[in-house]
């Protein structure tokens, strides 16, 4: 084992093992990662909110559906929000099976839920994406962090072995790179893990306003001519 006079991060991280900066360097990816995850949903999530309340507000203050449907039509698909789609997708579903002979009232509705609900579950699933990475590096990264903290002190007790009288300063460098490889774990993990939980909270309760819209939308098609 090596001693280091100097202590800072950037000795401790050079002068230490292959394995602990092979731990530390996959961890700063694993981080760097989480952290572009976090900003890009982030606003992916504020859009999508945003978006909503937007056409809830314009759905409810217009009873015109048919003009509705021709501004999100003309608008694309990439202009308009998560909710708005699902409108789309039903209103289109309506206006297909209405036109459709042969169809009642009943399966028009049904259908008229499905295709709704399908897009539902297509818009969530993109709410939700990279959701997943982020609890993983949540779970994970500390105890990768522990593997290069355990193979540090393992090495730093190692060293003792070809010192005849072991003291501090022979032991402290090795177990400091160590734990620097925790540290650097709880880092990735700790922003991860609070990202995730608080995404998870606004994407459940989109879902849940998604819901809504779909059965306050499919009343509002029960009542039309």
């Known amino acids: ?16 093992s292959l394995l602990v900066q092979l731990v530390m360097g996959l961890l ?13 949903k982030l606003f992916a999530v504020r ?11 314009a759905f409810w203050s ?14 694309g698909r990439r202009d308009i929000g998560a909710l708005e789609r699902i409108f789309s997708a039903g209103f289109a579903e309506f206006i297909k099976l209405k036109k459709t002979h042969g169809v009642d009232s009943a399966a028009v509705m049904d259908g008229t839920r499905r295709a709704m609900r399908a897009k539902y579950q297509r818009e969530v699933d993109h709410l ?6 982020l609890a993983t590096v949540g779970s994970v990264s500390p105890y990768v962090g522990l593997l290069g ?6 090495n730093a007790f190692r060293g003792l072995s070809n010192v ?3 003291t501090l300063a022979h032991v402290a460098p090795g177990i400091a ?3 620097v490889a925790t540290a650097m774990g709880l880092f990735a993990a700790i922003p991860a893990v609070v990202a995730y939980n608080r995404y998870v909270h606004d994407v459940t309760r989109l879902s849940s306003r998604f819901e809504s819209f779909i059965e306050e939308f499919s009343n509002v098609l029960q009542r039309q001519p």
Request: glycine content about 4%; hydrophobic content about 50%; proline content about 1%.
């Open 1 to 16: 084992m090596e001693l280091i006079g100097d202590m800072s991060f950037i000795n401790l991280v050079a002068n230490a």
């Open 28 to 40: 700063l990816l694993v981080s760097l990662m989480s952290w572009w995850y976090i900003f890009l």
């Open 47 to 57: 859009s999508a909110v945003k978006q909503s309340r937007e056409f809830e507000d």
């Open 62 to 75: 217009n009873p015109n559906l048919a003009a509705l449907y021709q501004q999100a039509n003309n608008r």
């Open 128 to 133: 939700e994406s990279h959701l997943s990475f």
């Open 149 to 154: 903290t355990v193979w540090g002190i393992m």
């Open 164 to 166: 005849g009288q072991a």
């Open 177 to 179: 790179e160590a734990l």
